[in-house]
C-alpha cells in the first residue's frame, strides 16, 4: 500500500498498459486497480448474463408438467 501510494501514477500507467494491478495492506486485503475499458468490459458482460429463471423457461424441460397429485399420507397400524 505504502509503494503503491508512492507511485500512483506508475500503478495507473501499469493498470492501462499491463493490465489489473493488484495492491494489498501489509500482504492482506487485497484490491484491484483497472483500466476503465477494463472495467466497463466486465460490467458490461455481466449484464448480458442470463437469469437463471430465464436460462429454465429456454430450456426443454420447461414444458414437462411437474404438478403433483395431494397426497394425504397413509393409515399405518401401530399397535
Do not use: C, N, W
Request: charged fraction near 40%.
Amino acid at each position: 500500500m505504502q509503494d503503491a501510494k508512492a507511485q500512483l501514477s506508475e500503478v495507473v500507467r501499469r493498470a492501462r498498459s499491463e493490465g489489473p494491478q493488484r495492491v494489498t495492506t501489509r500482504g492482506a486485503d487485497p484490491v484491484v486497480v483497472l483500466a476503465e475499458e477494463e472495467y466497463e468490459r466486465l460490467v458490461r458482460q455481466d449484464h448480458r448474463r442470463p437469469k437463471l429463471s430465464e436460462i429454465l423457461r429456454g430450456s426443454p424441460l420447461a414444458e414437462l408438467d411437474l404438478v403433483r397429485e395431494l397426497d394425504y399420507g397413509r393409515d399405518v397400524d401401530l399397535a
